[in-house]
């Protein structure tokens, strides 16, 4: 188990070649994750920031949006997304995402190795 107090959060500026920073709070220890998961955490985008857009190879990364709206980006195509929906990123393919609203956009991470 982990608690919201106990975890720490990574900022990174320019993700992927993306604008302003973002918040990266890892939910569980690698130990915790295991050999098939690389990625479980909850991302910040604060207003004005984006997750530049970079392929995955070996591994799929699917996203759950917690709160804010934004563009997400799937290959060539675009489409906005808000709380409660649910992105996919297959091995191979390319996305991104930008927040676009006033607020945070807050999502879960998850990212599985082939």
Do not use: W
């Not at 993306?18 to 709070?25: Q, V, Y």
């Not at 799929?60 to 934004?70: A, F, K, N, V, W």
Request: proline share 1%.
């Amino acid at each position: 188990m982990t608690s919201k107090g106990q975890r720490t959060v990574e900022r990174r500026e320019k993700m992927a070649g993306g604008e302003g920073h973002t918040l990266i709070e890892q939910l569980l220890t690698d130990e915790q994750r295991g050999a098939g998961c690389r990625m479980f955490s909850e991302v910040t985008l604060e207003a004005g920031c984006s997750l530049g857009c970079h392929e995955h190879h070996g591994e799929t990364e699917t996203y759950y949006i917690l709160s804010g709206e934004g563009i997400y980006q799937d290959n060539d195509t675009k489409y906005p997304v808000k709380a409660g929906d649910v992105t996919f990123c297959g091995d191979g393919d390319a996305h991104g995402l930008e927040n676009t609203g006033s607020g945070e956009l807050k999502f879960i991470a998850l990212i599985l190795k082939k």
